[in-house]
């Protein structure tokens, strides 16, 4: 094993990942070990190849879904606190997405927080995002840039809800791009009773961990587009960001597409200009979300993990509270082509 050069508290960040040196246990690694903590069910978080997982009850489905039915797995609860070679272990809500999870450490007195992903917006969906006062927060900073402001989810809903509206009095299909996990999900909620809807085999098998978990979907089809194309005329069909550029997608005829992500708050984000429009919709926290959530745990200590990591460990930094960005292997799910469950068209 290489040790990096970060080492703090009961963690050390190391080339397989956020290592709890007196639990000997990982935390969202990216290599295989025997035992990691997952904060929630996104494959740059949860991977392949780990010989024990511990995660939220509502991330098992998921797991064993994306990675392999079989695999070694744990569930347990929210504030459900467990003991791993003296180390006290605690699950607390994200607001990412379903069993998203802050993984809180206490070890002699001292509490570290490790975040994960999280969001500060309720979804209605996610159980929401609860601060944890903690010394040291490992904080995410996807969208950490003063530029990223969110709408209130009413306004989000109502403006994907007039996009489909106008796509309907215009006779077109209203095609939405948005991630197989959490982003999918929120779209139906968004879209429901608007028109019929229709989602790609990769998200109806996600949905099917959400339901076997007892949280409600709308009603909806899983559909083929080598085969379903022509009745699916002026509904809504949701599609992975694996679809965007791909020949079937502009078979569906009359078909108006748009991104769901939080990029879309910079209009002119190069990857997804070939879409007719896109909404700022995202399963992160925005910048206020970061800092109130950051001030919230009153943590002495911050490490910002992937994102803009050197941006906001700048400014926390200039306004008094004391941070550090790391190099981790965490990636970006909202622009990402989903690793594990092929597109199947």
């Known amino acids: 094993m290489v040790w990096d050069l970060y080492l703090f508290g009961v963690l050390s960040f190391t080339s397989a990942g956020i290592f709890c040196v007196p639990g000997n246990f990982y935390i969202d690694p990216w290599l295989p070990v025997d035992m990691a903590v997952i904060t929630h069910g996104h494959g740059d978080h949860a991977r392949w190849g780990m010989k024990k997982y511990l995660c939220h009850h509502f991330t098992v489905p998921i797991l064993k879904s994306r990675i392999g039915i079989d695999i070694k797995v744990q569930g347990i609860g929210y504030n459900e606190p467990i003991t791993i070679n003296n180390v006290k272990v605690s699950l607390h809500p994200a607001g990412h997405i379903i069993g998203s999870a802050q993984v809180r450490l206490e070890y002699q007195g001292n509490v570290t927080v490790i975040s994960g ?82 989602v790609h085999a990769s998200i109806g098998k996600l949905n099917e961990a959400y339901t076997s978990v007892g949280i409600q979907l709308p009603d909806y089809e899983t559909i083929d587009l080598r085969e379903d194309i022509k009745r699916i005329n002026k509904g809504i069909v949701i599609l992975p960001p694996s679809l965007l550029d791909s020949n079937v997608i502009h078979r569906i005829p009359n078909m108006a597409n748009a991104i769901c992500s939080g990029w879309m708050q910079v209009r002119g984000a190069r990857r997804w200009r ?61 622009e990402a082509i989903d690793p594990v469950i092929p597109a199947r068209l």
């Open 117 to 198: 992903d999280y969001k500060t917006q309720n979804d209605y969906l996610s159980t929401p995002f609860e601060p944890v006062k903690c010394d040291v927060f490992v904080t995410e900073s996807t969208f950490g840039l003063p530029i990223y402001n969110w709408s209130s989810l009413e306004q989000q809903n109502e403006q994907l809800r007039q996009w489909v509206a106008q796509n309907q009095s215009d006779n077109r299909t209203s095609v939405c791009i948005g991630y197989s996990l959490g982003k999918a999900q929120r779209i139906m909620k968004a879209l429901e009773g608007s028109a019929p809807l229709y």
């Open 274 to 334: 070939s879409a007719d429009a896109g909404f700022a919709i995202s399963d992160h926290a925005d910048w206020g979300g970061l800092l109130g959530a950051i001030r919230a745990t009153g943590a002495e200590k911050v490490y910002i993990t992937h994102g803009r990591t050197n941006i906001l460990a700048r400014y926390l930094n200039e306004i008094g509270i004391n941070a550090e960005d790391v190099k981790t292997e965490f990636g970006d799910e909202e």
